[in-house]
């Protein structure tokens, strides 16, 4: 398929202007549209999580092709910003997977039709769940809690059966009210014997073998809370904890515990730690990630020195950074995007576009299309 470039239109857009199509959607969620060729998916809970749906679209016209419903009648805790299905769902182009927290765990093939599905058990937050599936090889591969309960497991994507099952020592809470926890999702780097998954728990990144789940080193510094996902480049691996807990930086390598002979830098102090639930981006040296309080950061990858800041917006932001064609693209909560140019030296912005409708979940990109989803409407940008 050839592959289409984002225009100058691209980078501007409007609740009337350069949007392409709107298809409502039945209900809430802070999960991300995931795009395969011509397809898009989104996951959405409604009637107060007991539907959850996985509802695939057209590409081109937004037309809804199918939609996949579960119902869960038992009460599931979470909280008000965090409605069920804040999973997204993940897709090889054969199936498509959608994890609906204690609902299960559900396999289709891209027409819709069930191929397995899977009780994974009880999960119970005070913050509900939001971690999202990952495909490797011949494996699905969920970071299943938070909570009283909470484990790894990768499953076998044609017969839906374990293939293993891992429980870090410090993953899950000794209560419900306890602020303890991974909603990360992992990164996977590599690919056959010298993959390795990149896990952020409670206390320690792990670098984790996805073939087998044997963890092959870990590194220590982070507090209980984690929200974001790893950042990884060939050399190194930053963490960001929630609630102004600490970021590290670690050295690819090793062997078993490498706190001592790999961590390159640990920041504790709470102002270099703004709350985070987004996940940042690497272009080269630096990171860029905007905070939860809208206020964006740029920082040396190699020293976690900040290089500046800048208030992108009134709102707060839950969306991860995302990069594409030498831009930066990021949403607020009150549907305003950014466009930044990636710049070590000051917060150089591109456009700044506005939407209509609460948006906590990460744009999406194909196809020099742009997919954004509201808590009611998925939208899509782009001439």
Same mark, same amino acid.
């Given at each position: ?98 994890? %609906? ?49 909470? %484990? ?53 990144? &792990? ?19 984690? &929200? ?59 990171? &860029? ?33 995302? &990069? ?60």
């Amino acid at each position: 398929m050839r592959q289409r470039k984002l225009t100058s239109r691209g980078r501007k857009w409007s609740p009337t202007e350069n949007i392409r199509w709107r298809a409502p959607l039945p209900g809430p969620g802070n999960s991300t549209p995931v795009v395969w060729e011509d397809q898009v998916f989104v996951t959405c809970a409604s009637d107060e999580g007991k539907q959850r749906s996985l509802i695939c679209f057209d590409r081109s016209s937004g037309k809804q092709r199918w939609q996949k419903s579960v119902s869960f009648a038992a009460v599931e805790v979470t909280h008000k910003t965090n409605p069920q299905c804040a999973s997204s769902p993940v897709t090889d182009g054969k199936q498509v997977v959608a994890w %609906f927290g204690s609902a299960g765990l559900y396999a289709y093939d891209m027409e819709g039709k069930l191929l397995w599905k899977r009780d994974l058990g009880k999960f119970e937050h005070v913050w509900g769940t939001a971690s999202s599936p990952v495909i490797f090889e011949n494996l699905v591969i969920v970071n299943c809690g938070p909570g009283l309960r909470a %484990f790894w497991v990768a499953i076998d994507k044609q017969t839906g059966r374990d293939v293993w099952r891992w429980e870090p020592p410090e993953a899950k809470s000794a209560k419900l009210a306890e602020f303890r926890g991974s909603w990360s999702t992992p990164v996977i780097d590599g690919s056959g014997d010298q993959a390795l998954m990149f896990l952020s728990m409670p206390t320690r990144l &792990y670098a984790v073998e996805p073939r087998t789940g044997k963890v092959r080193w870990s590194c220590g510094g982070l507090s209980k809370l984690i &929200y974001t996902s790893p950042l990884v480049t060939k050399d190194t691996v930053t963490v960001m904890c929630g609630y102004h807990g600490p970021s590290l930086a670690v050295r690819r390598g090793g062997q078993g515990d490498v706190t001592a002979s790999h961590r390159l830098w640990l920041l504790e102090d709470r102002p270099a730690n703004p709350q985070r639930v987004g996940s940042g981006v690497v272009v080269g040296d630096h990171i &860029y990630i905007l905070n939860e309080t809208g206020i964006a950061w740029c920082m040396e990858v190699k020293t976690g020195k900040k290089l500046w800041e800048q208030r992108l917006g009134k709102a707060k932001s839950w969306s991860s950074m995302c &990069y594409v064609e030498g831009r930066l693209y990021i949403v607020n909560m009150d549907g305003v995007s950014f466009v930044l140019e990636p710049n070590a030296t000051s917060c150089k912005i591109v456009s700044e576009n506005s939407l209509d409708g609460l948006t906590r979940g990460s744009m999406a990109f194909s196809q020099g299309l742009i997919f954004v989803r509201t808590y009611k409407q998925l939208i899509c940008i782009g001439n």
